[in-house]
C-alpha cells in the first residue's frame, strides 16, 4: 500500500516568512495529491489539491508543487500570518487516501 | 448552512462499555468516512461507505462497527473489543464522481477511556 513520509514535523517560522513543508510518497499509481489544514479542536480543511497530470498550482499564498518522477510534492505558504498556524497534512491518493504525519506550523508575530 | 455535524464533542467510555458516535451530513455526499487521528500521526481509516446500505472496511477496522441506513447518517460503534480507543475520531464525506477526493470534515469527537 501508499506509504507517505511528511517532513518537518514542526515549524516554526517568523511573520511575513515562507513556509515549506514536504512530502514523499511510495505507489507510483497515486494521481491526486490534497493538502489539509487542521487548526485546534477542528477537523481538517482542504486548502489545495493538484492531480498528478500537472505539475504546480497556485492559489494565493499558498502553492504546491509535484515531482512524479522523484515521488514528492511539497506545499509552500508565501507572506505568513498568524492564521497560518495550524497542523498541515498531505495524502497521496491511490485507491484510498494515505496521510502523512502532520507538520505543526506556529507563525511568530 | 451545509456541513458535517458530530456528536458528542467529547466522550468517555467505561472497561467493557460500546459507545457510538454520530455522524450526520446535509451535503448530500453520497460517501462517508470514519478516521481515526492519534498524537503525532496521520489520519488511518477506520471504515467507509460509498452508497446507503453498504461499507467497507479500511485499515484499522478491528474493534469498531458501522452502519449507513440513511444516506445522511454514519454513525461508528467503538465496542469493548477495541482495547485501546484513546484518540480523536473524524467523520468526512465526499460527493459520488470523487471518491476520497475533496473530503469535507466534521469537528471530530474526542473519546477517553475512564
Known amino acids: 500500500g501508499e506509504n507517505v513520509e511528511q517532513h518537518p514535523s514542526t515549524l516554526s517560522v517568523q511573520e511575513g516568512d515562507s513556509a515549506v513543508i514536504k512530502c514523499t510518497y511510495s505507489d507510483s499509481a497515486s494521481n491526486y495529491f490534497p493538502w489539509y489544514k487542521q487548526e485546534l479542536g477542528k477537523g481538517p480543511q482542504l486548502i489545495i489539491d493538484?492531480?498528478?497530470?500537472?505539475g504546480e498550482k497556485k492559489d494565493q499564498r499558498i502553492a504546491v508543487t509535484l515531482n512524479k518522477t522523484a515521488k514528492h510534492f511539497s506545499l509552500h505558504i508565501t507572506e505568513t500570518q498568524p492564521e497560518d498556524s495550524a497542523v498541515y497534512f498531505c495524502?497521496?491518493?491511490?485507491?484510498?487516501?494515505?496521510f502523512g504525519a502532520g507538520t505543526t506550523v506556529t507563525v511568530r508575530a | 448552512d451545509g456541513g458535517i455535524t458530530q456528536s458528542p464533542k467529547y466522550l468517555f467510555r467505561k472497561e467493557g462499555q460500546n459507545v457510538t458516535l454520530s455522524c450526520e451530513q446535509n451535503?448530500?455526499?453520497?460517501?462517508m468516512y470514519w478516521y481515526r487521528q492519534d498524537p503525532g500521526q496521520g489520519l488511518r481509516l477506520i471504515y467507509y461507505s460509498q452508497i446507503v446500505n453498504d461499507f467497507q472496511k479500511g485499515d484499522i477496522a478491528e474493534g469498531y462497527s458501522v452502519s449507513r441506513e440513511k444516506k445522511e447518517s454514519f454513525p461508528l460503534t467503538v465496542t469493548s473489543a477495541q482495547k485501546n480507543p484513546t484518540a480523536f475520531y473524524l467523520c468526512?464525506?465526499?460527493?459520488?464522481?470523487?471518491?476520497?477526493?475533496?473530503?469535507?470534515f466534521g469537528s471530530g469527537t474526542q473519546l477517553s477511556v475512564l
Open positions: 495524502a497521496a491518493n491511490d485507491y484510498k487516501l494515505s
Open positions: 451535503l448530500n455526499h453520497d460517501a
Open positions: 493538484i492531480r498528478s497530470n500537472v
Open positions: 468526512a464525506s465526499s460527493s459520488a464522481g470523487n471518491t476520497n477526493e475533496k473530503l469535507f
